[in-house]
T-cell receptor, first 111, second 113 residues
Framework: SQQGEEDPQALSIQEGENATMNCSYKTSINNLQWYRQNSGRGLVHLILIRSNEREKHSGRLRVTLDTSKKSSSLLITASRAADTASYFCATDMNAGNMLTFGGGTRLMVKP | DAGVIQSPRHEVTEMGQEVTLRCKPISGHDYLFWYRQTMMRGLELLIYFNNNVPIDDSGMPEDRFSAKMPNASFSTLKIQPSEPRDSAVYFC???????????FGPGTRLTVL
């Protein structure tokens, strides 16, 4: 079974709007990572947040982590058409480098 | 750095044939991972290596699948014999160490007829 589950499965917004994707997981983690996948391409790492961190920013990306609720969110502000992609959360449970990926959120940003 | 390199990018083969997928990780990365992605099952970890040694192969679906890493700059994933249900995109990824981000290759799209 998947450790991480993203919500929603699909999201469609207009350019300029903010997009929020959520990830829930089941067991304790060492860190949680978000990746983007454009159609037909490999995954690209976006941001890593460790279990002792609550919030992290990178450009237009903001990630939060709530270990008590076993959940994380990815916020993309001022979205652009180029942000259209699938977004995956991945959990690292033991710092041994094994990641377990969720099913992903398909984001479409309409120009 | 060219990033993780995979070959071939596309492979079409017939059921029963042997398939070999290849991966060159980023130089200096100690970890190498093989994943499979399908619509039904999402992204699954098949096996990973640390310093060329297989650490966890619990994700390898059957004995038809095997992976090797003869040196730090090359790995193969072999399917013999291939079956239509093996059709998927296979990704190789590498990482500089435990608890770090992973760098993915472009993937090999395998179609078994």
């Amino acid at each position: 079974s998947q450790q991480g589950e993203e919500d929603p499965q699909a999201l469609s917004i207009q350019e300029g709007e903010n997009a929020t994707m959520n990830c829930s997981y089941k067991t304790s983690i060492n860190n949680l990572q978000w990746y983007r996948q454009n159609s037909g391409r490999g995954l690209v790492h976006l941001i890593l947040i460790r279990s002792n961190e609550r919030e992290k920013h990178s450009g237009r990306l903001r990630v939060t982590l709530d270990t008590s609720k076993k959940s994380s969110s990815l916020l993309i502000t001022a979205s652009r058409a180029a942000d259209t992609a699938s977004y995956f959360c991945a959990t690292d449970m033991n710092a041994g480098n094994m990641l377990t990926f969720g099913g992903g959120t398909r984001l479409m940003v309409k120009p | 750095d060219a990033g993780v390199i995979q070959s071939p990018r596309h492979e079409v083969t017939e059921m029963g044939q042997e398939v070999t997928l290849r991966c060159k990780p980023i130089s200096g990365h100690d970890y190498l991972f093989w994943y499979r992605q399908t619509m039904m099952r999402g992204l699954e970890l098949l096996i990973y290596f640390n310093n060329n040694v297989p650490i966890d192969d619990s994700g390898m679906p059957e004995d038809r699948f095997s992976a090797k890493m003869p040196n730090a700059s090359f790995s193969t994933l072999k399917i013999q014999p291939s079956e239509p249900r093996d059709s998927a995109v296979y990704f190789c990824a590498s990482s500089p160490g435990g608890g770090h981000e992973q760098f993915f290759g472009p993937g090999t799209r395998l179609t078994v007829l």
